[in-house]
């Protein structure tokens, strides 16, 4: 019980794995899930809009628990559990007492966006605990001058990159702030080349995929930056930030910042606050995605923990600020993790006069925002679709394909379908499209949506064969036809680089 009371990072962990494992079981795969699972099934060094090594995670768990969510969202769940001890140790090393350990764990345990990273298998849940480990070792690298952090950090760097390419901005903004700083001296010796040879030997055959494939994930990436991310105004991208991460921990990582930018007992590290804001204007100049700096946050909670602790010499509002954190955060958990059934998720919202979002432009969202309405709908829609390809005769079934909208279409087919015998999807989005049109010329078609009169434009006839019907789903993807389309006009192989859709 002792080290419980004196390392506040051990018994936060196991909290926010518990509450995982209690909840991540609920609803249904999210879209990027069901792509993931699908994407390792094929396993290659490289895909068109991420690197391999959730696809093949992904495929792994899947593969072993086939009928169990929580199991599959394992790593996510423990990943953002190490987070949060993670952040309570950078206070430790940063030298926090308790209470410190305590408000910084707190804040990474009930921060929105690192809840639901913890709650869904995706590319950004292993994002902050990576970043979080490179910040940790660079103060162990500074402030102790340990240089054997390096090649750790070398090797949490390349596994990272192999996870989602964002790492890099956070390594090249800790780098220039560490070449602006005092610091900058730690780069004249071998430990960070050392550092940089083990994290290049991790990535290179990533980029050789991406290389050999004409670098895709550069086509994909201008064209979310260009037409896909919601554009926002700097401080518009500030705000959402402040929104996602509980309002209540703004003061935890503005001190943070303060701290980092002018508190004596920091100045050797000053380096973080250079790279957050070097990575701040990068986001909101590449139009990215809100959530994508979150990894830059548990550092600041930690640091500004500390900072709070030594400036807070009155017990009152240290423990006002604790509370508080607490209070607000616990009323946002069941908009990140699915604690309740999702009927009053709905209305809870609706009380609390909340309208659904979002992440993407042009994208229409029903009763619930994107987080949840990804969740649901992909049973039935395979059902449907399996049904239509088993109302075809054995002759017709030899050649007919689902040709999908998008991935998430796809792959939930592909998953879910398989009772009713039906080949692998295909379809012209993202890492689809590589996969090609698999051998089908387009003689028999199953299509999801679009009016009738359009595709016939494309084949020569179209049968309707009943509508998707989730009220949970996002509306693209429920109270949508499915078309039996027979006879295209031109073959699939002709138009499949007119089809591509990178996005």
Same mark, same amino acid.
């Given at each position: 019980m002792s080290i419980l009371r004196s390392r506040p990072a051990?018994?936060?962990a196991l909290l926010t794995a518990a509450l995982h494992l209690w909840a991540?079981?609920?609803?249904g795969y999210f879209r990027d899930e069901l792509y993931f699972i699908v994407c390792g099934q094929h396993p290659d060094w %490289?895909?068109?809009d991420h690197p391999p090594l959730v696809p093949l995670l992904a495929s792994l768990m899947h593969a072993l628990f086939p009928n169990s969510l929580t199991m599959f969202r394992l790593i996510p769940a423990l990943a953002h559990a190490g987070t949060v001890a993670l952040?309570?140790?950078t206070a430790r090393k940063l030298g926090g007492g308790n209470w410190a350990q305590l408000l910084a764990g707190m804040a990474a345990f009930l921060c929105p966006l690192l809840l639901a990273f913890g709650t869904i298998f995706y590319t950004d849940s292993l994002q902050s605990i990576a970043w979080l480990f490179c910040a940790y070792a660079l103060i162990g690298i500074i402030r102790d001058d340990n240089e054997r952090w390096w090649l750790p950090m070398g090797l949490v760097i390349g596994l990272a990159f192999m996870v989602k390419y964002t790492i890099a901005f956070w390594v090249v903004a800790l780098l220039i702030g560490l070449l602006l700083t005092s610091a900058r001296?730690?780069?004249?010796?071998? %430990?960070p080349y050392v550092a940089a040879v083990a994290a290049t030997l991790i990535v290179l055959p990533n980029l050789f995929w991406q290389w050999v494939h004409g670098w895709p994930f550069l086509e994909f990436a201008a064209a979310v930056a260009e037409s896909k991310n919601a554009v926002y105004a700097p401080w518009t991208f500030v705000l959402i930030q402040m929104r996602d991460l509980n309002p209540v921990t703004a003061p935890i990582w503005l001190a943070g910042l303060a701290a980092f930018a002018f508190w004596g007992r920091f100045a050797e590290l000053r380096a973080i606050v250079i790279a957050y804001l070097l990575l701040l204007v990068a986001m909101i100049a590449l139009h990215a995605k809100s959530y994508y700096p979150i990894g830059a946050y548990p550092v600041l909670f930690a640091g500004g923990a500390v900072a709070l602790e030594a400036w807070l010499t009155s017990p009152r509002p240290r423990a006002v600020l604790l509370v508080g954190v607490v209070l607000f955060g616990l009323p946002l958990l069941p908009f990140a993790v699915p604690v309740l059934p999702i009927e009053r998720v709905a209305a809870y919202q609706s009380f609390l006069g909340l309208a659904p979002e979002a992440n993407e432009n042009r994208l229409a969202v029903g009763r619930l925002s994107q987080l949840y309405a990804d969740m649901f709908g992909w049973r039935e829609l395979a059902a449907l679709v399996g049904r239509a390809y088993q109302s075809l005769s054995p002759e017709e079934r030899a050649d007919a394909v689902f040709f999908a909208n998008n991935y998430g279409e796809a792959a939930a087919v592909d998953i879910f379908a398989k009772p009713w015998g039906l080949p692998?999807?295909?379809?012209?989005h993202n890492n689809y499209y590589l996969w090609g049109p698999r051998g089908h010329i387009g003689d028999v078609i199953i299509r999801l949506g679009g009016r009738r009169e359009d595709l016939l434009r494309i084949y020569a006839s179209v049968e309707a064969m009943g509508k998707t019907d989730n009220p949970w789903a996002l509306p693209l993807e429920t109270g949508q036809t499915i078309w039996i389309c027979r006879g295209r006009f031109t073959k699939l192989d002709d138009d499949w680089s007119k089809l591509k859709r990178y996005y």
């Open positions: 051990i018994w936060l991540n079981g609920e609803y %490289g895909y068109v952040t309570a140790e001296g730690r780069l004249a010796r071998p %430990g692998p999807s295909i379809s012209a």
